[in-house]
T-cell receptor, first 114, second 113 residues
Framework: AQTVTQSQPEMSVQEAETVTLSCTYD???????LFWYKQPPSRQMILVIR??????QNATENRFSVNFQKAAKSFSLKISDSQLGDAAMYFC???????????FGKGTRLHILP | EPEVTQTPSHQVTQMGQEVILRCVPI?????FYWYRQILGQKVEFLVS????????KSEIFDDQFSVERPDGSNFTLKIRSTKLEDSAMYFC???????????FGPGTRLTVT
């Protein structure tokens, strides 16, 4: 069965600094999707970034980028120039290409220090 | 920007009672999902729904649970006889296709007493 592990329950970063959130996963499939979702307090989860496993190039979305290491089954999220609005719970997630279900990690709560 | 909405935001019910959680997916989406998150645990997939039938369900989704799209806009999750362990945050999601991004609602917190 596929699993997603986030080993950092909480992290803090100074405003304008860079922070990296870690995620590892386990799967026997060769093709799948990986996601980072952001959940601000009392708000819904929104997709931050998505990576297709068949793509070698790391996905980027403005200040957000990933380091996708397929052989190591690692998928970390880097947030550059952290802003107060980045404070949220961040979930790493996996979905097989033939699956409907998304498998989530436990989340990392990110605090931004002014 | 269109959003998935869920009502109520918080539902308190007594053990053994039936409860219906409601969701309004994004209007042109065709795939619908329910997830739940027990306090302190991971978000877990319950069920997916397409073309008026269940397309995938987890082992959690037993005979106590059912889903329905009663009209063109709502998507509901019914728990027939609630148990204490059903207390959780329930998230609805929808997507345009099965391979596309799933958009999540804000959740309904269900408390079973």
């Amino acid at each position: 069965a596929q699993t997603v592990t986030q080993s950092q329950p909480e992290m803090s970063v100074q405003e304008a600094e860079t922070v990296t959130l870690s995620c590892t996963y386990d799967t026997s499939e060769s093709d799948y999707y990986l996601f980072w979702y952001k959940q601000p307090p009392s708000r819904q989860m929104i997709l931050v970034i998505r990576q297709e496993a068949y793509k070698q190039q790391n996905a980027t979305e403005n200040r957000f980028s990933v380091n996708f290491q397929k052989a190591a089954k690692s998928f970390s999220l880097k947030i550059s120039d952290s802003q107060l609005g980045d404070a949220a719970m961040y979930f790493c997630a996996y979905r097989g290409v033939r699956d409907d279900k998304i498998i989530f990690g436990k989340g990392t709560r990110l605090h931004i220090l002014p | 920007e269109p959003e998935v909405t869920q009502t109520p935001s918080h539902q308190v019910t007594q053990m053994g009672q039936e409860v219906i959680l409601r969701c309004v997916p994004i209007s042109n989406h065709l795939y619908f999902y329910w997830y739940r998150q027990i306090l302190g645990q991971k978000v877990e997939f319950l069920v997916s729904f397409y073309n008026n039938e269940i397309s995938e369900k987890s082992e959690i989704f037993d005979d106590q649970f059912s889903v329905e799209r009663p009209d063109g806009s709502n998507f509901t999750l019914k728990i027939r006889s609630t148990k204490l362990e059903d207390s959780a945050m329930y998230f609805c999601a929808s997507s345009w296709t099965s391979s596309w991004e799933q958009y999540f609602g804000p959740g309904t917190r269900l408390t079973v007493t």
